[in-house]
């Protein structure tokens, strides 16, 4: 069960981190550089969001340390 709890919780967290990922990137890309900025920010968004997904403890502890 705990486990059960354990990956649902990690399915959000990579969902979520991927998806912010990717909008913060096309967001950036639109504003500064048009169309293909936004399909390359957003494909680099994408990568930095699984990274973050796979490695959900020491991104929480990168975002703490940074506030």
């Known amino acids: 069960?705990?486990?059960?709890?354990?990956?649902?919780?990690?399915?959000?967290?990579a969902v979520c981190a991927m998806a912010t990922?990717?909008?913060?990137?096309v967001a950036v890309g639109l504003h500064s550089s048009g169309w293909?900025?936004?399909?390359?920010l957003g494909v680099v968004g994408l990568v930095i969001g699984a990274?973050?997904?796979?490695?959900?403890?020491?991104?929480?502890a990168m975002i703490l340390e940074g506030l």
């Not at 069960?1 to 967290?13: E, P, Q, V």
């Not at 990922?21 to 990137?25: D, L």
């Not at 990274?51 to 929480?60: D, H, K, R, S, W």
């Open 21 to 25: 990922g990717t909008f913060v990137g």
């Open 36 to 40: 293909i900025g936004a399909v390359v």
């Open 51 to 60: 990274l973050a997904a796979a490695f959900p403890l020491e991104t929480i």
């Open 1 to 13: 069960m705990l486990r059960t709890i354990g990956l649902i919780l990690h399915t959000l967290w």
